[in-house]
Protein backbone atom coordinates (compact mmCIF):
# COMPACT_ATOMS: atom_id res chain seq x y z
CA UNK A 1 0.00 0.00 0.00
CA UNK A 2 1.28 3.50 -0.98
CA UNK A 3 1.61 6.23 1.88
CA UNK A 4 1.37 9.17 0.47
CA UNK A 5 3.72 12.07 0.78
CA UNK A 6 2.88 14.82 3.37
CA UNK A 7 2.74 18.06 2.24
CA UNK A 8 6.43 18.66 3.31
CA UNK A 9 9.03 16.47 5.20
CA UNK A 10 11.48 18.09 8.03
CA UNK A 11 14.81 16.42 7.53
CA UNK A 12 17.45 16.47 10.77
CA UNK A 13 20.92 15.26 9.90
CA UNK A 14 23.39 15.38 12.80
CA UNK A 15 26.62 13.41 13.28
CA UNK A 16 26.77 11.32 16.69
CA UNK A 17 29.63 9.33 18.01
CA UNK A 18 31.22 6.59 16.09
CA UNK A 19 28.49 3.74 15.68
CA UNK A 20 30.69 0.65 15.00
CA UNK A 21 27.57 -1.47 13.66
CA UNK A 22 24.23 -0.16 12.30
CA UNK A 23 22.72 -3.13 11.50
CA UNK A 24 20.92 -3.96 15.02
CA UNK A 25 19.61 -0.70 14.96
CA UNK A 26 16.97 -1.49 12.03
CA UNK A 27 14.18 -3.50 12.68
CA UNK A 28 13.74 -7.07 12.77
CA UNK A 29 11.00 -8.16 11.16
CA UNK A 30 11.12 -5.46 8.23
CA UNK A 31 14.94 -4.48 7.74
CA UNK A 32 16.06 -1.78 5.42
CA UNK A 33 19.69 -1.61 4.87
CA UNK A 34 22.60 -0.48 2.67
CA UNK A 35 26.17 -1.58 3.60
CA UNK A 36 28.95 -2.88 1.88
CA UNK A 37 32.42 -3.25 3.68
CA UNK A 38 31.28 -2.29 6.86
CA UNK A 39 30.02 1.12 5.48
CA UNK A 40 26.18 1.51 4.85
CA UNK A 41 22.91 2.81 6.81
CA UNK A 42 19.84 1.09 7.80
CA UNK A 43 16.33 2.54 8.77
CA UNK A 44 13.96 2.26 11.49
CA UNK A 45 10.83 2.88 13.05
CA UNK A 46 7.96 3.73 11.24
CA UNK A 47 7.84 4.61 7.15
CA UNK A 48 7.08 8.16 6.51
CA UNK A 49 6.77 8.20 2.62
CA UNK A 50 5.88 4.99 0.54
CA UNK A 51 5.67 5.52 -3.30
CA UNK A 52 4.51 3.18 -5.57
CA UNK A 53 4.30 2.66 -9.17
CA UNK A 54 2.57 -1.08 -10.33
CA UNK A 55 2.53 -2.34 -14.02
CA UNK A 56 1.63 -3.36 -16.55
CA UNK A 57 3.60 -0.20 -18.10
CA UNK A 58 6.16 0.33 -20.75
CA UNK A 59 9.46 -0.42 -20.07
CA UNK A 60 11.64 1.86 -18.19
CA UNK A 61 8.14 3.98 -17.14
CA UNK A 62 8.15 2.73 -13.65
CA UNK A 63 11.49 4.32 -12.84
CA UNK A 64 10.70 7.27 -14.49
CA UNK A 65 7.38 8.34 -12.72
CA UNK A 66 8.93 7.21 -9.44
CA UNK A 67 12.02 9.80 -10.37
CA UNK A 68 9.55 12.39 -11.08
CA UNK A 69 7.46 12.01 -8.07
CA UNK A 70 10.96 11.97 -6.24
CA UNK A 71 12.23 15.09 -7.22
CA UNK A 72 8.73 16.93 -6.22
CA UNK A 73 8.95 15.02 -3.02
CA UNK A 74 12.65 16.27 -2.35
CA UNK A 75 12.34 20.04 -3.57
CA UNK A 76 8.88 20.66 -0.97
CA UNK A 77 11.12 19.15 1.90
CA UNK A 78 13.42 21.42 4.58
CA UNK A 79 16.56 19.28 5.08
CA UNK A 80 19.27 20.35 7.67
CA UNK A 81 22.30 18.63 6.94
CA UNK A 82 25.36 18.99 8.70
CA UNK A 83 27.41 16.49 7.99
CA UNK A 84 26.47 16.21 4.00
CA UNK A 85 28.35 12.60 3.18
CA UNK A 86 26.89 10.02 1.06
CA UNK A 87 23.57 8.28 2.68
CA UNK A 88 22.71 11.41 4.99
CA UNK A 89 20.12 14.16 4.34
CA UNK A 90 16.28 13.07 2.79
CA UNK A 91 16.80 9.43 1.85
CA UNK A 92 14.82 6.89 0.69
CA UNK A 93 15.37 3.09 -0.07
CA UNK A 94 14.21 1.41 -3.42
CA UNK A 95 13.43 -1.85 -4.63
CA UNK A 96 12.24 -2.11 -8.85
CA UNK A 97 10.80 -4.77 -10.25
CA UNK A 98 12.68 -6.46 -12.77
CA UNK A 99 10.10 -6.28 -15.56
CA UNK A 100 7.72 -3.41 -15.80
CA UNK A 101 5.06 -5.44 -16.49
CA UNK A 102 5.21 -7.61 -13.16
CA UNK A 103 2.74 -7.91 -11.28
CA UNK A 104 5.37 -6.78 -8.31
CA UNK A 105 5.62 -3.34 -7.54
CA UNK A 106 8.20 -0.97 -7.89
CA UNK A 107 8.85 1.48 -4.60
CA UNK A 108 10.76 4.00 -2.97
CA UNK A 109 10.93 4.12 1.28
CA UNK A 110 11.48 6.35 2.98
CA UNK A 111 12.05 5.52 6.91
CA UNK A 112 11.34 8.26 9.97
CA UNK A 113 15.18 7.24 11.20
CA UNK A 114 18.47 6.79 9.09
CA UNK A 115 21.59 5.81 11.49
CA UNK A 116 24.25 5.45 9.56
CA UNK A 117 28.49 5.31 9.01
CA UNK A 118 31.00 5.96 6.62
CA UNK A 119 34.73 5.04 7.57
CA UNK A 120 35.23 7.23 11.11
CA UNK A 121 32.20 8.98 10.76
CA UNK A 122 28.57 8.22 11.99
CA UNK A 123 25.33 10.23 11.72
CA UNK A 124 21.40 10.18 12.62
CA UNK A 125 18.69 11.21 9.80
CA UNK A 126 15.29 11.87 11.68
CA UNK A 127 12.52 12.32 9.00
CA UNK A 128 9.02 13.52 9.87
CA UNK A 129 6.08 15.97 9.70
CA UNK A 130 6.79 18.07 12.52
CA UNK A 131 9.78 18.91 14.62
CA UNK A 132 8.93 16.05 16.68
CA UNK A 133 12.30 13.15 16.34
CA UNK A 134 11.35 9.31 16.57
CA UNK A 135 13.47 7.43 18.77
CA UNK A 136 16.78 6.02 17.69
CA UNK A 137 16.20 2.16 19.26
CA UNK A 138 19.14 -0.53 19.30
CA UNK A 139 18.04 -4.00 19.87
CA UNK A 140 19.79 -6.97 20.31
CA UNK A 141 19.57 -9.81 17.72
CA UNK A 142 16.80 -12.17 17.83
CA UNK A 143 17.39 -16.40 18.07
CA UNK A 144 18.95 -18.07 15.93
CA UNK A 145 16.95 -19.85 12.50
CA UNK A 146 17.00 -21.81 9.48
CA UNK A 147 15.09 -22.12 6.35
CA UNK A 148 13.78 -25.08 4.01
CA UNK A 149 14.33 -24.52 0.35
CA UNK A 150 13.79 -26.59 -1.96
CA UNK A 151 13.45 -26.61 -6.23
CA UNK A 152 10.76 -23.82 -7.39
CA UNK A 153 9.10 -23.85 -10.16
CA UNK A 154 11.85 -24.59 -12.55
CA UNK A 155 13.69 -27.48 -11.17
CA UNK A 156 16.97 -28.30 -12.37
CA UNK A 157 15.92 -30.75 -15.22
CA UNK A 158 13.44 -28.27 -16.65
CA UNK A 159 16.58 -25.08 -16.20
CA UNK A 160 18.64 -27.59 -18.88
CA UNK A 161 14.87 -28.12 -21.26
CA UNK A 162 14.76 -23.81 -21.01
CA UNK A 163 18.33 -23.41 -21.69
CA UNK A 164 18.35 -25.90 -24.58
CA UNK A 165 15.33 -23.64 -26.21
CA UNK A 166 17.62 -20.61 -25.55
CA UNK A 167 20.15 -21.90 -27.93
CA UNK A 168 17.66 -22.93 -30.55
CA UNK A 169 16.40 -19.20 -30.25
CA UNK A 170 20.24 -18.17 -30.40
CA UNK A 171 20.60 -20.02 -33.59
CA UNK A 172 17.61 -19.25 -35.31
CA UNK A 173 18.96 -15.43 -34.94
CA UNK A 174 16.18 -14.07 -32.49
CA UNK A 175 18.30 -13.46 -29.94
CA UNK A 176 22.44 -13.26 -29.60
CA UNK A 177 22.57 -13.97 -26.00
CA UNK A 178 19.48 -14.56 -23.30
CA UNK A 179 19.70 -15.29 -19.34
CA UNK A 180 17.80 -17.90 -18.09
CA UNK A 181 17.27 -18.17 -14.44
CA UNK A 182 15.53 -21.36 -12.35
CA UNK A 183 14.06 -20.58 -8.71
CA UNK A 184 14.20 -21.63 -5.16
CA UNK A 185 10.97 -21.44 -3.00
CA UNK A 186 11.15 -22.29 0.99
CA UNK A 187 9.80 -21.01 4.28
CA UNK A 188 11.54 -19.59 7.60
CA UNK A 189 9.53 -18.97 10.75
CA UNK A 190 7.08 -16.11 11.67
CA UNK A 191 9.28 -14.45 13.92
CA UNK A 192 12.33 -14.66 12.28
CA UNK A 193 14.80 -11.87 12.54
CA UNK A 194 16.14 -10.66 9.38
CA UNK A 195 18.98 -8.34 10.20
CA UNK A 196 20.70 -12.12 11.09
CA UNK A 197 20.04 -13.00 7.07
CA UNK A 198 21.85 -9.64 6.25
CA UNK A 199 25.05 -9.89 8.75
CA UNK A 200 26.13 -13.62 7.37
CA UNK A 201 25.27 -12.23 3.75
CA UNK A 202 27.57 -9.17 4.84
CA UNK A 203 30.47 -10.98 6.73
CA UNK A 204 30.76 -13.52 4.12
CA UNK A 205 30.83 -10.94 1.19
CA UNK A 206 31.78 -7.88 2.06
CA UNK A 207 32.41 -6.49 -0.79
CA UNK A 208 29.54 -6.75 -2.31
CA UNK A 209 26.18 -4.48 -1.78
CA UNK A 210 24.04 -6.15 1.64
CA UNK A 211 20.44 -4.81 0.61
CA UNK A 212 17.50 -5.33 2.39
CA UNK A 213 14.47 -3.43 1.43
CA UNK A 214 10.60 -4.43 1.55
CA UNK A 215 11.43 -8.13 2.46
CA UNK A 216 14.13 -8.64 -0.86
CA UNK A 217 17.32 -9.27 1.46
CA UNK A 218 20.91 -10.12 -0.79
CA UNK A 219 24.27 -9.57 -1.36
CA UNK A 220 24.62 -8.08 -5.01
CA UNK A 221 28.08 -8.06 -6.74
CA UNK A 222 26.85 -6.38 -9.42
CA UNK A 223 26.47 -1.95 -9.64
CA UNK A 224 24.04 -0.64 -11.64
CA UNK A 225 24.89 2.84 -11.93
CA UNK A 226 26.41 5.77 -9.13
CA UNK A 227 25.67 8.97 -9.40
CA UNK A 228 27.84 11.58 -6.98
CA UNK A 229 27.86 15.23 -7.85
CA UNK A 230 27.45 14.87 -11.79
CA UNK A 231 29.73 12.03 -11.52
CA UNK A 232 28.50 8.65 -13.39
CA UNK A 233 29.92 5.06 -12.56
CA UNK A 234 28.93 1.33 -13.15
CA UNK A 235 30.29 -2.16 -12.64
CA UNK A 236 29.72 -4.63 -15.48
CA UNK A 237 30.15 -8.49 -14.78
CA UNK A 238 29.25 -10.57 -16.99
CA UNK A 239 31.04 -14.19 -17.12
CA UNK A 240 31.05 -16.90 -14.33
CA UNK A 241 33.36 -19.13 -13.04
CA UNK A 242 33.34 -21.20 -9.78
CA UNK A 243 36.46 -20.61 -7.70
CA UNK A 244 38.53 -23.50 -7.59
CA UNK A 245 39.12 -25.79 -4.31
CA UNK A 246 43.21 -25.36 -4.26
CA UNK A 247 45.50 -22.35 -5.07
CA UNK A 248 46.68 -23.89 -8.62
CA UNK A 249 43.34 -24.91 -9.79
CA UNK A 250 41.65 -21.63 -8.83
CA UNK A 251 44.20 -19.88 -10.62
CA UNK A 252 43.52 -22.24 -13.87
CA UNK A 253 39.53 -21.21 -12.98
CA UNK A 254 40.92 -17.46 -13.57
CA UNK A 255 42.82 -17.83 -16.74
CA UNK A 256 40.50 -19.85 -18.12
CA UNK A 257 37.61 -17.46 -17.78
CA UNK A 258 39.88 -14.89 -18.83
CA UNK A 259 40.77 -16.77 -21.59
CA UNK A 260 37.17 -17.71 -22.92
CA UNK A 261 35.34 -16.88 -26.08
CA UNK A 262 32.11 -17.72 -25.08
CA UNK A 263 32.44 -15.38 -21.64
CA UNK A 264 34.27 -12.61 -23.25
CA UNK A 265 31.14 -12.18 -25.59
CA UNK A 266 29.03 -12.47 -23.19
CA UNK A 267 30.59 -9.78 -21.53
CA UNK A 268 30.96 -7.97 -24.36
CA UNK A 269 27.07 -7.78 -25.12
CA UNK A 270 26.53 -6.28 -21.73
CA UNK A 271 29.62 -3.23 -21.43
CA UNK A 272 27.87 -2.56 -25.10
CA UNK A 273 23.83 -2.51 -23.30
CA UNK A 274 25.21 -0.10 -20.90
CA UNK A 275 27.16 2.09 -22.88
CA UNK A 276 24.38 2.15 -25.60
CA UNK A 277 21.92 3.26 -22.61
CA UNK A 278 23.72 5.46 -20.76
CA UNK A 279 25.54 7.90 -23.93
CA UNK A 280 22.07 9.86 -24.03
CA UNK A 281 22.57 11.48 -20.66
CA UNK A 282 26.18 10.85 -20.69
CA UNK A 283 28.04 11.25 -23.68
CA UNK A 284 31.65 11.39 -22.50
CA UNK A 285 31.78 7.48 -20.68
CA UNK A 286 35.42 5.66 -20.23
CA UNK A 287 35.41 1.91 -20.62
CA UNK A 288 38.28 -0.39 -20.31
CA UNK A 289 39.30 -1.76 -23.19
CA UNK A 290 39.73 -5.51 -21.82
CA UNK A 291 37.67 -6.45 -18.41
CA UNK A 292 39.16 -7.50 -15.73
CA UNK A 293 38.84 -10.98 -13.08
CA UNK A 294 36.96 -10.41 -10.24
CA UNK A 295 37.73 -12.37 -7.62
CA UNK A 296 34.46 -12.62 -5.10
CA UNK A 297 34.64 -15.86 -2.24
CA UNK A 298 32.25 -18.20 -4.44
CA UNK A 299 33.28 -17.20 -8.07
CA UNK A 300 35.21 -15.31 -10.42
CA UNK A 301 33.81 -12.90 -13.08
CA UNK A 302 34.56 -10.29 -15.81
CA UNK A 303 34.29 -7.37 -14.69
CA UNK A 304 34.06 -3.41 -16.22
CA UNK A 305 34.21 -0.33 -14.81
CA UNK A 306 32.55 2.50 -17.09
CA UNK A 307 33.31 6.15 -15.76
CA UNK A 308 31.12 9.40 -17.27
CA UNK A 309 30.13 12.66 -16.49
CA UNK A 310 26.52 13.76 -16.67
CA UNK A 311 24.96 16.64 -18.94
CA UNK A 312 22.00 17.27 -17.13
CA UNK A 313 20.11 16.97 -14.27
CA UNK A 314 19.62 13.68 -14.53
CA UNK A 315 19.00 11.85 -11.14
CA UNK A 316 20.32 8.12 -10.09
CA UNK A 317 16.85 7.17 -10.74
CA UNK A 318 16.55 8.49 -14.54
CA UNK A 319 19.72 6.74 -15.31
CA UNK A 320 18.44 3.36 -14.04
CA UNK A 321 15.14 4.06 -15.96
CA UNK A 322 17.79 4.11 -18.94
CA UNK A 323 19.96 1.25 -18.06
CA UNK A 324 17.53 -1.31 -16.64
CA UNK A 325 17.43 -3.93 -18.22
CA UNK A 326 20.83 -4.30 -18.80
CA UNK A 327 22.32 -7.36 -21.27
CA UNK A 328 23.89 -8.88 -18.31
CA UNK A 329 20.46 -9.74 -16.57
CA UNK A 330 18.12 -9.66 -19.67
CA UNK A 331 20.23 -10.64 -23.03
CA UNK A 332 19.99 -8.73 -26.20
CA UNK A 333 18.31 -7.08 -28.52
CA UNK A 334 16.59 -6.31 -25.11
CA UNK A 335 13.21 -6.81 -26.13
CA UNK A 336 13.37 -9.61 -28.22
CA UNK A 337 15.27 -11.13 -25.06
CA UNK A 338 12.67 -10.15 -22.61
CA UNK A 339 9.70 -11.60 -24.86
CA UNK A 340 11.91 -15.08 -24.91
CA UNK A 341 12.04 -14.74 -20.74
CA UNK A 342 8.65 -14.39 -20.58
CA UNK A 343 8.46 -18.05 -22.60
CA UNK A 344 11.41 -19.94 -21.05
CA UNK A 345 10.75 -19.13 -17.25
CA UNK A 346 7.40 -20.26 -15.71
CA UNK A 347 7.18 -17.28 -12.75
CA UNK A 348 7.19 -13.47 -12.85
CA UNK A 349 11.23 -12.86 -11.44
CA UNK A 350 9.62 -9.96 -9.41
CA UNK A 351 12.63 -8.11 -7.82
CA UNK A 352 15.27 -10.20 -9.07
CA UNK A 353 17.58 -8.91 -11.36
CA UNK A 354 16.05 -5.68 -10.99
CA UNK A 355 17.58 -2.09 -9.22
CA UNK A 356 17.91 -2.09 -5.79
CA UNK A 357 19.65 0.92 -3.80
CA UNK A 358 18.93 4.28 -2.92
CA UNK A 359 18.93 8.08 -3.77
CA UNK A 360 18.79 11.38 -1.82
CA UNK A 361 17.66 15.00 -2.57
CA UNK A 362 19.82 16.04 -4.82
CA UNK A 363 18.91 12.61 -6.65
CA UNK A 364 22.49 11.00 -6.08
CA UNK A 365 22.50 7.42 -5.64
CA UNK A 366 23.94 4.11 -5.61
CA UNK A 367 22.07 1.09 -7.15
CA UNK A 368 23.33 -2.42 -7.94
CA UNK A 369 20.77 -5.42 -9.42
CA UNK A 370 19.52 -7.01 -7.51
CA UNK A 371 21.68 -10.94 -7.40
CA UNK A 372 22.22 -13.36 -4.54
CA UNK A 373 18.96 -12.71 -3.29
CA UNK A 374 15.83 -13.58 -1.98
CA UNK A 375 12.24 -12.16 -1.62
CA UNK A 376 10.59 -12.61 1.69
CA UNK A 377 6.88 -12.22 1.87
CA UNK A 378 3.76 -13.75 4.01
CA UNK A 379 3.69 -17.42 5.01
CA UNK A 380 0.81 -19.52 6.53
CA UNK A 381 0.99 -17.52 9.34
CA UNK A 382 3.66 -19.76 10.77
CA UNK A 383 6.02 -19.20 8.49
CA UNK A 384 7.29 -16.65 6.09
CA UNK A 385 7.91 -17.56 2.33
CA UNK A 386 11.30 -17.14 0.86
CA UNK A 387 11.72 -16.90 -3.07
CA UNK A 388 15.18 -16.97 -3.88
CA UNK A 389 16.47 -17.25 -8.12
CA UNK A 390 20.05 -17.77 -9.96
CA UNK A 391 20.64 -17.39 -13.51
CA UNK A 392 22.96 -16.87 -16.30
CA UNK A 393 23.49 -15.69 -20.15
CA UNK A 394 23.33 -18.20 -22.72
CA UNK A 395 25.37 -17.16 -25.72
CA UNK A 396 25.91 -19.43 -28.54
CA UNK A 397 28.31 -21.85 -27.40
CA UNK A 398 26.87 -22.40 -24.24
CA UNK A 399 26.33 -25.97 -22.23
CA UNK A 400 23.17 -26.84 -20.32
CA UNK A 401 24.67 -28.58 -17.76
CA UNK A 402 27.81 -25.82 -17.13
CA UNK A 403 24.40 -23.64 -17.11
CA UNK A 404 22.49 -25.47 -14.42
CA UNK A 405 26.16 -25.99 -12.54
CA UNK A 406 26.38 -22.04 -12.78
CA UNK A 407 23.17 -21.67 -10.81
CA UNK A 408 24.48 -23.28 -8.01
CA UNK A 409 27.37 -21.48 -7.19
CA UNK A 410 25.03 -18.40 -7.64
CA UNK A 411 22.95 -19.91 -4.75
CA UNK A 412 25.10 -20.34 -2.54
CA UNK A 413 25.79 -16.82 -0.86
CA UNK A 414 21.63 -16.78 -0.58
CA UNK A 415 21.36 -20.99 0.37
CA UNK A 416 24.46 -20.88 2.97
CA UNK A 417 23.16 -17.53 4.71
CA UNK A 418 19.67 -19.35 5.42
CA UNK A 419 20.78 -22.57 6.74
Same mark, same amino acid.
Request: charged share 20%.
Given at each position: ??????????????????? *????????? $????????????????????????????? $????????????????????????????????????????????????? $????? @???????????????? $???????????????????????????????????????? *??????????????????????? /????????????????????????????? @??????????????????????? +??? /????????????????????????????????????????????????????????????? *???????????????????????????????? *??? @? +????????????????????????????????????????????????????? /??? /?????????????????????
Amino acid at each position: MTVPPPAQLRVVTREVATI *EEVLPYTDA $SAPLVWQRTGDGFVGAGPVVVRLDESGPL $SRGERARNLASRWRALAEAATVDDDVQIPGTGLVAFGALAFDDASATSS $SLLVP @SVIVGRRGDRSWVTHI $SQDTAAPSMTKTAYGAHWAATVGPGQLDPAHHQVAVREAL *EAIHSGLVSKVVVARDLEGTLPA /DADLRRLVRALATGYPDTWAFAVDGLIGA @SPETLVTVSSGTVTARVLAGTAA +RGA /DPDSDAAASVALATSTKDQDEHRYAVQSVLASLGPLAPALAAGEQPFVLKLPNVWHLATDI *EGTLTDAASALDLVAALHPTAAVAGTPTDAAL *ELI @S +RLEPFDRGRYAGPVGWINAAGDGEWAIALRCAQIGPGNGDTLAITAHAGGGIV /DGS /DPESELLETRVKFRPIVDALA
